[in-house]
């Protein structure tokens, strides 16, 4: 599902990741793919890989291939606010059952536990967010550094 890229710069999920700063979001995760299945095929990889090393000859170049190319195709997540991401998030679930639209609007934030499967990302997203108590998304936005989510 993809994004139209206006719409991806300017949406955040309740949790407060910036569409644009996730490598799934901005569309990074998809591109590559694309072009390291571009290289595999047009370097010839799969022919010279088991000169090189054992383990090169051993490689299902075909599924590798075919894996890329799936995630060409749908490792693009169009947001929150347009179906993407997660299905089951616990985060997005609970802010829709809260009826509020980015965490930085609930009381029980700092407690929160639902951040953490997003592991140190999912701290450093609810620290955000807590510096950004009550913000709408355009001020959260606003505040926030838009640099590359590490995943």
């Known amino acids: 599902m993809k994004m139209d890229p206006e719409k991806r710069e300017v949406q955040v999920g309740p949790c ?3 569409c644009i700063s996730c490598p799934l979001g901005s569309g990074i995760v998809a591109e590559t793919a694309g072009r390291t299945r571009g290289f595999i095929e047009d370097c ?3 022919e010279w ?3 090189v090393s ?9 599924k590798v291939v075919d894996g890329l190319e799936w995630m060409k195709k ?3 997540c169009a947001g929150c606010e347009n179906g993407g991401g997660p299905p089951d998030c616990t985060i997005r679930i609970c802010a829709r059952d809260k009826g ?3 965490c930085s609007s609930c009381d029980d934030l700092s407690s ?3 951040f953490d499967w997003l592991g140190e990302c999912g701290g450093k997203l609810r620290e955000a967010l807590k510096k950004c108590r009550g913000a709408s998304k355009e001020e959260y936005l606003k505040s926030v ?3 590359p989510l590490e995943v």
Do not use: N, Q, R, T
């Not at 054992?54 to 075909?62: K, N, P, T, V």
């Open 16 to 18: 407060g990741i910036v």
């Open 44 to 46: 010839k990889i799969s």
């Open 49 to 51: 890989a088991p000169f």
């Open 54 to 62: 054992e383990e090169g000859g051993l490689i299902d170049w075909e």
């Open 74 to 76: 749908y490792a693009v």
């Open 100 to 102: 509020i639209e980015l």
């Open 112 to 114: 929160c536990e639902k």
């Open 145 to 147: 550094d838009l640099m």
